[in-house]
């Protein structure tokens, strides 16, 4: 049997891999607080930090519509619900409330998954592709939440978080740069690597400094 995440050869019943769950596990403990984070990067230039969150809860526009849909419905907030409710259902409860605020919404659809990780890492049908989905989403916040000024794509990070959970956050080239440096696992990785990854083709193990 295999990881319905990443294909891994498990050695016992289950839908995920050690390193999948974990990353699952992971990535929805940071997600309310990555919501958050959003906020400050509503306004254009506000990724450089020009102002609390506070001032920006009223944002003037011009807005980031980016940015904004990530924390509008159909963005952060109705993935995990929906995941939740998926669950839920699998398990044969009824769907989850759907109350409050969207932080709140966010924060307790992402609880409730983790609540149940041992659950879905072991047991649910949809695991994998839930697995895929949050490491995407993950992906993608964390791209509007860096800071620095994208000069060049070079693709995403083939760090191995382990159990062959893949980093995958976006990686790119600091201005006057000749290394690439993960913001989230912070992986080195030499100019000799740049076209393996960003062709989609990962570099073999230990290409990564």
Not at 29 to 51: C, N, S, T
Not at 148 to 153: D, M, Q, R
Request: aromatic share 4%; net charge negative.
């Amino acid at each position: 049997m295999n990881c319905t995440a990443c294909t891994t050869p498990l050695d016992h019943a289950a839908q995920l891999c050690d390193g999948c769950d974990r990353g699952l596990d992971t990535r929805l403990g940071e997600l309310p607080a990555q919501y958050l984070l959003l906020a400050e990067h509503l306004r254009p230039g506000a990724a450089r930090g020009d102002g609390p969150v506070a001032l920006v809860r009223e944002a003037p526009l011009p807005v980031r519509e980016d940015v904004l849909d990530m924390r509008a419905a159909g963005g952060i907030v109705t993935v995990l619900e929906e995941w939740r409710a998926a669950m839920q259902d699998a398990r044969g409860w009824g769907p989850p409330a759907r109350s409050g605020t969207v932080e709140r919404r966010v924060r307790d659809a992402a609880r409730g998954l983790r609540m149940n990780i041992e659950w879905i890492a072991a047991e649910f049908a949809g695991a994998g592709d839930m697995a895929r989905e949050i490491r995407a989403l993950s992906g993608q916040v964390n791209a509007l939440l860096d800071p620095a000024p994208p000069t060049l794509s070079v693709g995403t990070c083939a760090a191995d978080l382990g159990g062959g959970d893949i980093c995958d956050a976006p990686l790119r080239v600091p201005a006057g740069s000749t290394t690439v440096r993960c913001r989230r696992c912070r992986t080195e990785y030499p100019p000799s690597t740049w076209l393996t990854l960003a062709t989609g083709t990962w570099a073999p193990a230990g290409a990564a400094a």
